[in-house]
């Protein structure tokens, strides 16, 4: 069964404090993993696509890794507006379009 | 940036009667979805569409219904809500790749 673990499922952070986010996933061939931001209230906000093992994408103060078992969000001198949910989603060969998303990550940064 | 909207943002209505969400996309995608998410849950997928006239249900069984008679529209129905219905709809769409672009959802509240 396809299935996509994140952890940690809280963190908190200070402002400048480095770290990473954890998406493993099992999946019977892997057509893309998708890493979005939400915010209380709103609806996820799309951040990056991985479609091959050792590809990287950076946006701002994020960059995201893959590896054939997970990817990795990490996150370098975080700021307080970079505090949301954190979802990791994978989308399976044959899967026509279908994600299956992870619990998420719910990061803090506090000032 | 995508350009995704749903109406109404909150909805508080009283068990048994019929709701309609709306969804409207501009950005011409043929791919729309309606996830539903629980605090501090994954994202479900409860119906999807590939185009015009063409609707399927997704992974979580719903008692919902959707339409697409225009690429743009993908409304989901209600015919008799309950309390169990209570939960935040996200509306998605995507083009041939694997990322969607969500609405910003609508909070239902069934009392």
């Known amino acids: 069964e396809d299935q996509v673990t994140q952890s940690p499922e809280a963190l908190r952070l200070q402002e400048g404090e480095s770290s990473s986010l954890n998406c493993s996933y099992t999946v019977s061939g892997l057509r893309g993993l998708f890493w979005y931001r939400q915010d209380p209230g709103k609806g996820p906000e799309f951040l990056f696509t991985l479609y091959s093992a050792g590809e990287e994408k950076e946006k701002e103060r994020l960059k995201a890794t893959l590896t054939k078992k997970e990817s990795f969000l990490h996150i370098t001198a975080p700021k307080p507006e970079d505090s949301a949910t954190y979802l990791c989603?994978?989308?399976?060969?044959?899967?026509?379009?279908?994600?299956?998303f992870g619990t998420g990550t719910l990061l803090a940064v506090q000032p | 940036e995508a350009d995704i909207y749903q109406t109404p943002r909150y909805l508080v209505i009283g068990t048994g009667k019929k709701i309609t969400l709306e969804c409207s996309q501009t950005?011409?995608?043929?791919?729309m979805y309606w996830y539903q998410q629980d605090p501090g849950m994954e994202l479900h997928l409860i119906h999807y569409?590939?185009?015009?006239?063409?609707?399927e249900k997704g992974d979580l069984s719903s008692e919902s219904t959707v339409s697409r008679i225009r690429t743009e529209h993908f409304p989901l129905t209600l015919e008799s809500a309950r309390p169990s219905h209570t939960s935040q709809y996200l509306c998605?769409?995507?083009?041939?790749?694997?990322?969607?672009?969500f609405g910003p959802g609508t909070r239902l509240t069934v009392l």
């Open positions: 998605a769409s995507s083009l041939a790749g694997g990322e969607q672009f």
């Open positions: 989603a994978v989308q399976a060969d044959g899967a026509t379009n279908k994600l299956i």
């Open positions: 569409s590939y185009g015009v006239n063409s609707t």
């Open positions: 950005m011409g995608h043929d791919k």
